[in-house]
């Protein structure tokens, strides 16, 4: 389970910080791609379940994540798990806005 909640949360600042880098590109990630890039993320951003702030890896990593490659993967079932002020409050230790009202998968900020 522990697991679990730490992809929850690493899956929402993915999802939340990746909002202001969708790039403008005629064809978007392969589905490969997004498996990569969510499994590198996870992997940067892991130590933030554990109530540490996100490090410049992990901050870097949801920089350069793509939104579509996010969003999809956020379900009813795991956006229950999710703290989203928590969430909101470390992307913005990242120093990244984030957007009012945004949908990504089953899950609206604030």
């Not at 522990?2 to 929850?8: D, G």
Request: aromatic share 2%.
């Amino acid at each position: 389970m522990e697991t679990l909640k730490a992809i929850v949360v690493v899956v929402l600042i993915l999802g939340v910080l990746g909002v202001w880098e969708v790039k403008m590109a005629s064809a978007g990630p392969s589905a490969a791609q997004c498996k990569e890039e969510r499994r590198i993320g996870v992997n940067a951003c892991k130590p933030v379940l554990y109530g540490k702030l996100p490090s410049p890896e992990c901050c870097q990593r949801v920089r350069v994540t793509h939104i579509e490659c996010v969003c999809p993967v956020i379900t009813p079932k795991l956006a229950a798990l999710i703290d989203l002020n928590r969430a909101v409050r470390l992307v913005e230790g990242c120093g990244r806005r984030v957007p009012r009202h945004y949908k990504c998968g089953s899950i609206t900020t604030p």
